[in-house]
């Protein structure tokens, strides 16, 4: 492996874990910033009890901050939802414009209200498993998203959720 | 009146009788197990679609009050449903979820249903065909012919759902338990096929009734950013409420705005056929099943009571069979900006009723849970609950208001008077 490709890897990897620290921390802005003009997000699973692919949310770079914007006028939970990721490969291209990652992740919530608040509060609960499939485009030192499937193994949501995986 | 006392707080309603509910109805195990007895094994729930099960073998599994069922597919195409155990020792025959009987299965041969545990094998209409070593074991005492799997009534009714009822000897059929609740959206899910788009789960505490209750009742539209900002118009609260026999309700239709709400995309052009472009109805089944249609989707709400303070709901999802591969990624899209997981409205009703739960668990302080609303049986009008409530206290015989108390009749219907107009009380809209 070159240095340069190497080098690019790195990169790569440190976009996912900020993208994992922004979407932690609710920075839904910096996440966007992280993702190109044409980037599209998906969350999808496949259905033992349907025996199914299915998708649970499609969003393009342009509907993701309506997305966001609204969501002080919804109703949700105050538990945060947390993810604990391990990227297992990152792949780059010949040309070294594009790469691709596969990342391994986790959520847990904080659990704050949502249920018995005196009961619960201070509790974590583990809330999905699964991985994320990432593309990139890089120029130079700039590596931003061009898709992200958070493939999904969970089909219990319980009360579900606004906020993205 | 400032903050009450605990005699204030625990005295009877200035309301008439059937307009509030004791909770002990949503938290008692007595009155749970009797609900499964006298409810949920004499009503026909639909517990899944025709598309689940898309070719001969295969099949699917379910629950009606703590009783497995299978559900398969035979060679003849025909659907039937069974109890999901084994005759022999009473072991589940079939653990997954869905899946098919074409292929082998380690101690079964293809197109059977087989109980591993000692390998008596089934066919698709329930008849035991093989059991090892039946002379050797039984001589001349008992055959397989004897040994055939309990059948349950099923029939596949109103777009391809497949309805199951564990009374033998219910007096219905679906068309007549239904009793006319279904004909507001049958010429819609009947115009053509449909295919399952969407599946989830959620596995709440709380009791199943308030899961029901949050669909039979609109007033909670005030929860819903998305609902408000897409309704409340004079056109919303011309919505009717209807009851029919057996404890159904459904609510009638308006144009909803979808085009007001941001992220929302219009669903006029992929109305399901027969709908006027936009438009909603909801259909509540009693105990505990629910239709919606919104414009382009369906969605199926089939609750599983698992005990007095815990439901699982599975959420289903349908378009229409012919989608394009285009149209159905909108349908799609459509059903999850709402109903999905993340979608906008399906989370908001679930904390409601999830917090509802935290109140009312069992022991808890019994209380009053107000259904009194009238407004002329429009949408605000909590007649839902109530009809619902009836027909619960007649058939449980117990009144729902002190389930202590032998069932007598509760004011139902209120008063006639126009619906109501506007959001003169409520800020919310341009919150």
Same mark, same amino acid.
């Given at each position: 492996?070159?240095?340069?490709?190497?080098? *690019?890897?790195?990169?790569?990897?440190?976009?996912?874990?900020?993208?994992?620290?922004?979407?932690?921390?609710?920075?839904?802005?910096?996440?966007?910033?992280?993702?190109?003009?044409?980037?599209?997000?998906?969350?999808?699973?496949?259905?033992?009890?349907?025996?199914?692919?299915?998708?649970?949310?499609?969003?393009?770079?342009?509907?993701?901050?309506?997305?966001?914007?609204?969501?002080?006028?919804?109703?949700?939970?105050?538990?945060?939802?947390?993810?604990?990721?391990?990227?297992? *490969?990152?792949?780059?291209?010949?040309?070294?414009?594009?790469?691709?990652?596969?990342?391994?992740?986790?959520?847990?919530?904080?659990?704050?209200?949502?249920?018995?608040?005196? +009961?619960?509060?201070?509790?974590?609960? +583990?809330? +999905?498993?699964?991985?994320?499939?990432?593309?990139?485009?890089?120029?130079?030192?700039?590596?931003?998203? *061009?898709?992200?499937?958070?493939?999904?193994?969970?089909?219990?949501?319980?009360?579900?959720?606004?906020?993205?995986? | 009146?400032?903050?009450?006392?605990?005699?204030?707080?625990?005295?009877?309603?200035?309301?008439?009788?059937? #307009?509030?509910?004791?909770?002990?109805?949503?938290?008692?195990?007595?009155?749970?197990?009797?609900?499964?007895?006298?409810?949920?094994?004499?009503?026909?729930?639909?517990?899944?679609?025709?598309?689940?099960?898309?070719?001969?073998?295969?099949?699917?599994?379910?629950?009606?009050?703590?009783?497995?069922?299978?559900?398969?597919?035979?060679?003849?195409?025909?659907?039937?449903?069974?109890?999901?155990?084994?005759?022999?020792?009473?072991?589940?025959?079939?653990?997954?979820?869905?899946?098919?009987?074409?292929?082998?299965?380690?101690?079964?041969?293809?197109?059977?249903?087989?109980?591993?545990?000692?390998?008596? %094998?089934?066919?698709?209409?329930?008849?035991?065909?093989?059991?090892?070593? %039946?002379?050797?074991?039984?001589?001349?005492?008992?055959?397989?012919?004897?040994?055939?799997?309990?059948?349950?009534?099923?029939?596949?009714?109103?777009?391809?759902?497949?309805?199951?009822?564990?009374?033998?000897?219910?007096?219905?059929?679906? #068309?007549?338990?239904?009793?006319?609740?279904?004909?507001?959206?049958?010429?819609?899910?009947?115009?053509?096929?449909?295919?399952?788009?969407?599946?989830?789960?959620?596995?709440?505490?709380?009791?199943?009734?308030?899961?029901?209750? @949050?669909?039979?009742?609109?007033?909670? &539209?005030?929860?819903?950013?998305?609902?408000?900002?897409?309704?409340?118009?004079?056109?919303?609260?011309?919505?009717?409420?209807?009851?029919?026999?057996?404890?159904?309700?459904?609510?009638?239709?308006?144009?909803?705005?979808?085009?007001?709400?941001?992220?929302?995309? &219009?669903?006029? @052009?992929?109305?399901?056929?027969?709908?006027?472009?936009?438009?909603?109805?909801?259909?509540?089944?009693?105990?505990?099943?629910?239709?919606?249609?919104?414009?382009?989707?369906?969605?199926?709400?089939?609750?599983?009571?698992?005990?007095?303070?815990?439901?699982?709901?599975?959420?289903?999802?349908?378009?229409?069979?012919?989608?394009?591969?285009?149209?159905?990624?909108?349908?799609? %899209?459509?059903?999850?900006?709402?109903?999905?997981?993340?979608?906008?409205?399906?989370?908001?009703?679930?904390?409601?009723?999830?917090?509802?739960?935290?109140?009312?668990?069992?022991?808890?302080?019994?209380?009053?849970?107000?259904?009194?609303?009238? #407004?002329?049986?429009?949408?605000? &009008?909590?007649?839902?609950?109530?009809?619902?409530?009836?027909?619960?206290?007649?058939?449980?015989?117990?009144?729902?208001?002190?389930?202590?108390?032998?069932?007598?009749?509760?004011?139902?219907?209120?008063?006639?008077?126009?619906?109501?107009?506007?959001?003169?009380?409520?800020?919310?809209?341009?919150?």
């Amino acid at each position: 492996m070159s240095a340069e490709e190497q080098h *690019t890897k790195s990169l790569v990897r440190e976009t996912i874990y900020a993208a994992t620290v922004y979407l932690d921390d609710q920075r839904w802005n910096d996440w966007i910033d992280q993702c190109d003009e044409d980037f599209k997000y998906s969350v999808v699973t496949y259905s033992p009890e349907v025996r199914k692919d299915l998708s649970y949310l499609i969003l393009s770079r342009k509907e993701m901050h309506p997305y966001f914007d609204l969501l002080p006028k919804h109703n949700s939970d105050h538990s945060p939802l947390r993810r604990h990721a391990s990227i297992y *490969t990152v792949d780059v291209s010949a040309d070294g414009k594009t790469a691709e990652a596969v990342t391994s992740f986790i959520m847990t919530q904080e659990m704050i209200d949502g249920i018995s608040a005196p +009961l619960y509060a201070g509790e974590n609960r +583990l809330y +999905l498993t699964g991985k994320y499939y990432d593309k990139f485009r890089i120029n130079g030192e700039s590596v931003k998203f *061009t898709e992200r499937v958070a493939r999904v193994y969970t089909r219990r949501f319980d009360k579900g959720t606004h906020w993205v995986f | 009146m400032p903050a009450r006392n605990h005699k204030q707080w625990t005295a009877k309603p200035d309301l008439e009788l059937g #307009e509030w509910v004791d909770s002990r109805i949503y938290s008692d195990e007595e009155i749970f197990e009797e609900e499964l007895e006298k409810l949920w094994k004499k009503s026909w729930i639909a517990l899944c679609h025709e598309s689940e099960l898309p070719e001969p073998y295969d099949f699917r599994t379910a629950i009606i009050a703590r009783e497995p069922i299978i559900i398969v597919r035979g060679p003849d195409n025909k659907i039937r449903a069974f109890l999901n155990v084994c005759p022999h020792r009473g072991m589940t025959i079939e653990r997954r979820p869905s899946g098919s009987f074409a292929p082998a299965q380690p101690s079964g041969n293809p197109k059977h249903m087989t109980c591993l545990f000692h390998a008596w %094998q089934f066919d698709m209409k329930g008849n035991c065909v093989d059991i090892p070593r %039946q002379k050797e074991g039984y001589q001349d005492r008992l055959d397989k012919s004897s040994q055939g799997l309990r059948a349950l009534r099923c029939e596949v009714k109103y777009g391809g759902f497949v309805w199951v009822c564990l009374d033998d000897h219910t007096e219905f059929n679906v #068309e007549t338990w239904t009793a006319g609740a279904m004909d507001c959206i049958k010429d819609s899910i009947d115009a053509e096929p449909l295919e399952l788009i969407h599946y989830h789960k959620a596995i709440i505490d709380c009791n199943y009734k308030l899961w029901h209750d @949050t669909n039979s009742e609109f007033y909670h &539209d005030y929860m819903h950013y998305h609902n408000r900002i897409t309704g409340f118009n004079d056109e919303y609260f011309q919505r009717e409420c209807s009851a029919f026999d057996n404890g159904h309700v459904n609510v009638g239709t308006f144009t909803v705005n979808y085009e007001e709400y941001d992220v929302a995309e &219009d669903r006029g @052009t992929l109305s399901f056929p027969n709908l006027p472009p936009d438009n909603w109805y909801m259909v509540d089944m009693f105990p505990g099943l629910n239709f919606n249609l919104r414009g382009s989707v369906v969605r199926m709400d089939l609750m599983t009571p698992l005990s007095a303070n815990q439901v699982m709901i599975e959420f289903r999802g349908f378009g229409l069979k012919s989608d394009s591969a285009e149209d159905r990624a909108h349908r799609i %899209q459509h059903h999850n900006s709402i109903w999905g997981p993340l979608g906008r409205n399906l989370h908001e009703d679930l904390i409601g009723v999830a917090g509802q739960g935290v109140t009312m668990t069992p022991k808890s302080e019994p209380r009053r849970i107000l259904h009194g609303r009238h #407004e002329g049986a429009y949408i605000h &009008d909590e007649i839902g609950m109530r009809h619902f409530y009836e027909t619960w206290g007649k058939k449980m015989d117990r009144l729902p208001s002190d389930p202590e108390q032998k069932y007598r009749p509760g004011k139902v219907v209120g008063p006639e008077m126009p619906p109501a107009k506007g959001l003169s009380t409520f800020a919310g809209k341009v919150a």
